[in-house]
């Protein structure tokens, strides 16, 4: 590839000065060489097709390409949470150090987002005490 775009970049890795050519894979799809009439930007749709049960939009946030803040719908709060939200809490919050739930499986039952929400802000709270205490 650094041939036929002249860019020299070296490998990043040993793994990566071993791999095999790309050549083979063009030849495997009846190509024989890279396309280059692939377009630079395709337009990103701006709404799902129907509207999140969750938050009651259809919006895509950042799909127009800028960044700006998503404005949760007004009745998000009160909504219930996704159902794998305790793997989502697992991921995030089990490392989280001074709390009592700190390193276990999250086994609450959270019945709205703002349960979520409540319980977030309790471990960040715990884990920003057990730090601030740490640095005495």
């Not at 692939?38 to 709404?47: A, G, H, K, M």
């Not at 129907?50 to 009745?75: E, F, M, Q, R, V």
């Not at 086994?107 to 715990?126: C, G, H, L, P, W």
């Amino acid at each position: 590839m650094n041939n036929n775009y002249g860019t020299g970049a070296k490998y990043l890795t040993q793994r990566d000065t071993n791999a095999p050519s790309l050549d083979s894979v063009f030849s495997q799809f009846g190509q024989s060489s890279q396309r280059t009439d692939c377009p630079q930007w395709i337009e990103p749709y701006s709404i799902l097709p129907c509207t999140d049960p969750a938050t009651c939009s259809n919006a895509i946030p950042y799909s127009d390409g800028t960044l700006k803040p998503w404005t949760p719908h007004p009745g998000i709060e009160s909504a219930p949470p996704v159902i794998y939200i305790n793997e989502l809490l697992d991921i995030y919050t089990r490392p989280l150090p001074g709390h009592a739930d700190t390193g276990k499986k999250v086994t609450r039952k959270f019945i709205t987002n703002a349960d979520v929400s409540q319980y977030m802000n309790e471990r960040k709270q715990a884990a920003a005490l057990y730090y601030q205490t740490q640095k005495k």
